[in-house]
Structures are given as C-alpha cells and as structure tokens.
C-alpha cells in the first residue's frame, strides 16, 4: 500500500507531481495522465493515499492536518491549471488621409458672361473620393506633398483629361518637386469624379434674380467647365492624410 511519512510529505509530493509538464501515477491511487492535475483529482487522489482507497470525509475532517494537506494540495492544484495570458501590444496600422481645394482661376481665364447671363456651377455628386496616401511611402516621413491637377468637367458632368497642373502659386513649379506616385493617387482619384451639369443661363433684360434660370424667355445651356484642384498629401507618426483645395474654373 503507497503512504507517505508525514503530510507534509504528502504535500511536497503533490506539489511536485503538479508542477511536472505531463506525469502518471500508478500503485494505489487512480492514474492521472495531463499537463495539470485536476484539483478535484488531486483531492480525490489523497483521500486514496492516506485511507488506502476508502474515502471517509469524516475521517478527513477529524484530521486537521490531513485536512489542510489536501486543502493545500487542491489550492497548489488550482493556480498551477490557471494560466494568465499575456497582453498583446496592440500595433498600430499606418493609414493615410488626403483633403484639396479647388483653385480659384485668374479673372482671365474664368467663362467670359455677357450681362443677361448667369453661370450655375454643377456640384461634385461624390466628394468622399480622394485619392489615398501611398502606402508605401508611409514609412519614408516625407514631408508634406502638393499635387495640383487640371481637368475637364464634359456637359454631363464626367471628367476627362486629368493632368498635373505646375507653376500656379500654391502647386509645385515642375515635375522635380513631386513624387509620381502622389501624382498617380491624385489622378486616379479624380478620374472618377462625376458632377452635376454646369448650366450657362441666358436670360431676357429685367428678369428677376429668382427668375434668371426658369423665368419666361430663359434659355439654359449645359456646359463644358476646366477646374483645377489642389491635393495636400501629409502623414505625421506614420498616419498620412491628404487635403483637397480647388483651383481654377
């Protein structure tokens, strides 16, 4: 019959028995086959050493010493199956965000108008496309980057000839002052623009203000606008964003 000398004996075995990766036990107490004990197998495998198989607990409770060997045993059980998982530290994806403005044309360069006229400038149906700061440039802590381009907005409203726009105060004054792949990004993104049709309005002499565009005798037209836009390309800590400003009409 397996015994042991003293409970403290007993305990320290226990303990040890816990602590192994993976452990069988044999003789007269029930096998055990893990990476940890069970407390409960570990309680019921001391009432087996120290009874020789019988489980008393009334036994058990009129022996404080055993009592508090098992206890101990279990407790020693417990926090060995218990594991606290480590805190991952959370890694912080670099992302990019890009805003413009449109450029605001030299007098000479705007839709000439004759007095009875009116010009409605159709709106941009999709604002929440922008062009996305390169990824892969993210890493490089550039400093900020402007890009300006220029663009026909068709009768329709879809845009067609998007190209770089250099020397306008505000954009860069030649190719060397910019990075492409800001200048792919911007177009790219600006080719799938879609406005609403610009309208000229021809109205006839003391027309109201209300009425220049639907009054009797108006004619409105759908017409073709050039507008030029200006992109801020930015990234700080790793996080690029992008600003939109608009250039010209």
Known sequence: MLRYASTADFSLRVAKRNAR?????????????????????IIHHAFHIHTGGSVN???????????ASVLGAALLGLLG??????KQPVQKTPSGDVNGDLIVPEASARMQ??????????????PEVMPAYPEQLL??????????VRFVVNQDGSV???TPLYGVPGCPQSADN?????????IQAVSRW???????????????DAQKCKGPGTVAEQVAVTLAYRFLFSARDGVGSVERAKTGG
């Open 21 to 41: 990766p993976c452990f069988t036990t044999s003789a007269r107490g029930p096998p055990h086959t893990g990476c940890a004990m069970r407390p409960l197998a």
């Open 57 to 67: 607990l009334l036994n058990i409770w009129r022996q404080p010493c055993l009592m």
């Open 81 to 86: 199956a218990c594991a606290v998982p480590t």
């Open 113 to 126: 108008l004759e007095s009875n006229q009116v010009f409605v400038a159709g709106e941009l149906t999709n």
């Open 139 to 148: 890493s490089l802590r550039l400093p900020d980057q402007q890009v300006c």
């Open 160 to 162: 067609s000839g998007v």
């Open 178 to 186: 910019e990075r492409p792949e800001f200048v792919t990004a911007t």
């Open 194 to 208: 879609d406005f609403f049709s610009s309208i000229r309005c021809t109205f006839p002499p003391g027309t109201p």
